[in-house]
């Protein structure tokens, strides 16, 4: 054994000679704790007097404790400014702390602008309170606050606690005011920016400002595009800047600056006075020879802002744009970008381009470029965000991609479909009747169903067509299934939750235009059994149109459920589906006739048993067209019955064609009132009639009842 006298971990040896070393950790006897005073709440360079623990106390110190240690707790600290005034403890610790409170107070009124900002704060205090304050007193209130900080602006800004001073200056000021700020805190813009508060006082400047002010701070991030876009506070407030408020010359000079550092320093092109271009293509094919340096220090950059978990920005969505379609699709570069994007552990940035016009547009060229396997990963990484997805101006058109480009239709049904409508019939009803009647959901459902139809694709979505086009054309390319095929797989896979959405909760969906339009494509171009689905939007026409009928037994449920709702036939849209159905397809332009679906729908006889009571009503009422298509439809086999009740109600149908219906009335009532609140008098709107020749008087009656007429006539 060592004696104990060896210290602790050191070297020693066994009887047979071996040396070991001892594991046991070294044992130190412990000090009672201090007894200390509670910590005050005192600022930095508050002043602390020398006092002894005796005089508090404490316990006196032992006299092993070394001669520094005992200076240390007596030695007296000076403010900063060189006073010799010291902190002198209380008597008791609530004396003490309301010593430091007041010397705090009178450090900070030695400060700059310590009056000014202590009376500023008081104006804003009331000032923030909007609804309590009389306009006459707010008015005063601002007239203060200019005279105390104007001239100021700067100073006020830069101070953390005094910035929002100027925000509710920026509120309640006239315009000249703003471009007066404006002008007052020139040259400190970036570097408000950089600061967690100061910074939505450059947005309420831009958001409350004209076209002036925009252009007094916008060129002031112009260079440091790179330094502020790595900022965790700026790069919010340079994307805002970059995004809503930048003209489109702005934006260009702001993206050109990741390009480069050379476009940092020359902001113009190589023509003077020429408008600057964002467009990577035009900049390397006018300097081929600076492909390689521009193209490395913009992935460097845009890798930057990946690593950092930075990925929501919309000028990093169009520099990741620009660089992709500028590198040859399937080499090297390209598959490097695509692991560099599918790198991202969370998925943020694909969730973030998403929602965005060129990260949008980015990845449906992912998707059409991209391996089965890299198909499969993007879509992965949108589960649960394809309902958001589907409402939202820029990423509905990813689901549009992936149903044109991924050939394993089997995936995208249940990754997208069963996401979009629900995956149990409770859901299916409420997520299709919001889905039928947003603007771009609507568009996720009914393009497997018709296409590229101008009724979908209207003017407000030309570009998503614009850019289908072009995915066809790379899809010639890289998909190996026919699109028809493709088609009628993804269609198979909508059918039974279309089906039964609409047999469960007809009323809710044809309750709009939009839902009646959906509803129509949904019963021509679905595949299955339709026949409950087709009883379902008959039973809907059912009861009186007219609304003066009493409720039977039979009908007492019924009326319950059309309860507060206009009946289907007064709705325009309501009509037009029934005359689609009863058709039983699309009227073609170019054949100039009626393309039935097979299997025949044969809606005329379903819906005919519903109808039949009030055929009169409906005949001669704003669906009177509906009941013309029944005299139509050739698989109709109840026109004899319809016939002989048209006949004997004759007298009822001339007089519906004569006479002004109340849309026409309606329309008539309202030009006169146009035209009295135009000031314009009878003699006047004859002298016009005059000049601009015979005018083409409206057309009075019911045209379907007159239609019906001929027909009983022939």
Not at 116 to 136: A, F, I, M, N, Q
Request: glycine share 6%; aromatic share 6%.
């Amino acid at each position: 054994m060592a004696p104990r006298s060896e210290a602790p971990g050191t070297k020693r040896k066994l009887a047979n000679g071996s040396k070991v070393y001892s594991s046991k950790k070294p044992k130190f006897e412990k000090r009672l704790p201090r007894r200390e005073e509670p910590e005050e709440a005192v600022s930095d360079d508050s002043e602390v007097s020398d006092f002894s623990d005796l005089d508090d106390g404490g316990a006196p110190l032992s006299k092993g404790e070394s001669q520094a240690e005992s200076d240390l707790a007596v030695r007296p600290k000076y403010n900063g400014d060189q006073s010799g005034k010291v902190f002198e403890k209380g008597q008791n610790s609530r004396e003490s702390h309301i010593k430091q409170r007041q010397l705090a107070q009178d450090r900070k009124s030695q400060k700059p602008l310590a009056d000014e900002l202590h009376r500023t704060k008081k104006l804003w205090e009331r000032l923030r309170l909007k609804s309590k304050v009389p306009k006459d007193e707010r008015q005063k209130l601002v007239e203060e606050l200019f005279e105390i900080t104007t001239g100021r602006m700067k100073e006020f800004a830069l101070k953390h606690d005094a910035v929002r001073v100027v925000q509710t200056a920026i509120k309640y000021a006239t315009p000249e005011r703003r471009k007066m700020i404006a002008r007052e805190l020139r040259g400190a813009y970036p570097l408000l920016a950089e600061s967690k508060y100061a910074k939505f006082l450059i947005g309420k400047l831009l958001v409350k400002g004209d076209e002036e002010v925009r252009d007094m701070i916008v060129p002031e991030f112009f260079g440091k595009v790179r330094k502020l876009i790595n900022h965790p506070e700026a790069s919010w407030i340079l994307d805002d800047i970059y995004r809503g408020i930048a003209t489109k010359e702005q934006k260009a000079i702001l993206l050109r600056e990741w390009y480069g550092a050379e476009f940092q320093i020359f902001r113009q092109t190589q023509e003077s006075g020429s408008t600057p271009s964002a467009e990577l293509s035009e900049i390397l094919e006018e300097q081929p020879s600076k492909r390689g340096p521009i193209m490395r220090y913009l992935l460097d950059m845009t890798n930057q802002l990946i690593q950092k978990k930075m990925t929501g920005f919309t000028i990093l969505h169009d520099a990741m744009y620009q660089y992709y379609i500028n590198v040859k699709p399937g080499g090297e570069e390209a598959r490097e970008y695509m692991e560099m994007i599918k790198e991202d552990e969370n998925g943020d940035l694909l969730k973030n381009m998403a929602f965005t016009k060129s990260g949008a547009r980015l990845v449906c060229l992912l998707l059409a470029y991209g391996t089965a396997k890299d198909r499969k990963q993007i879509l992965k990484t949108y589960k649960d965000t394809f309902q958001l997805m589907s409402s939202d101006s820029n990423g509905h058109m990813i689901i549009l991609a992936a149903y044109d480009l991924i050939d394993d239709t089997v995936l995208t049904s249940k990754s997208i479909v069963s996401e979009l409508l629900g995956k149990t019939e409770q859901d299916e009803v409420p997520n299709l009747v919001i889905a039928a009647n947003d603007l771009n959901a609507r568009l996720t459902i009914r393009y497997p169903l018709e296409g590229t139809s101008k009724v979908l694709f209207d003017a407000g979505h030309a570009d998503d067509l614009k850019l289908l086009k072009e995915l066809w054309e790379i899809r010639k390319i890289t998909s190996k299934k026919d699109p028809e095929t493709r088609r009628k797989e993804l269609v198979a896979a909508l059918s039974p939750s279309l089906l039964s959405a609409i047999a469960l909760s007809p009323l809710d969906l044809i309750s709009t235009s939009y839902g009646t339009q959906l509803v129509t494509e949904a019963l021509l171009s679905c595949v299955g059994d339709k026949s409950e689905a087709l009883q379902a939007i008959a039973s809907t026409a059912k009861g009186n149109p007219n609304g003066d009928e009493e409720p039977t037994d039979s009908s007492e449920d019924l009326v319950n459920e059309f309860a507060g709702r206009e009946h289907i036939s007064k709705a325009p849209h309501g009509g037009r589906m029934f005359k689609t159905l009863i058709a039983g397809g699309h009227f073609d332009k170019a054949t100039k006739r009626i393309i039935p679906v097979d299997p025949p729908l044969r809606f005329a006889d379903i819906l005919y048993p519903f109808i039949k009571d009030h055929v009169v009503a409906w005949a001669t009422g704003p669906s009177s067209f509906v009941v013309l298509s029944l005299m139509e439809a050739d698989d109709f086999s109840h026109k004899k019955d319809l016939t002989k009740i048209l006949k004997e109600k004759k007298n009822v149908l001339e007089k519906a064609a004569t006479e002004e219906t109340p849309e026409q009335k309606a329309a008539k009532e309202a030009a006169k009132e146009a035209a009295e609140a135009n000031g314009e008098d009878k003699k006047a709107v004859k002298k016009k009639s005059k000049k601009a020749g015979a005018v083409k008087e409206a057309p009075v009656g019911n045209m379907g009842s007159k239609l019906l007429l001929e027909k009983l006539k022939a």
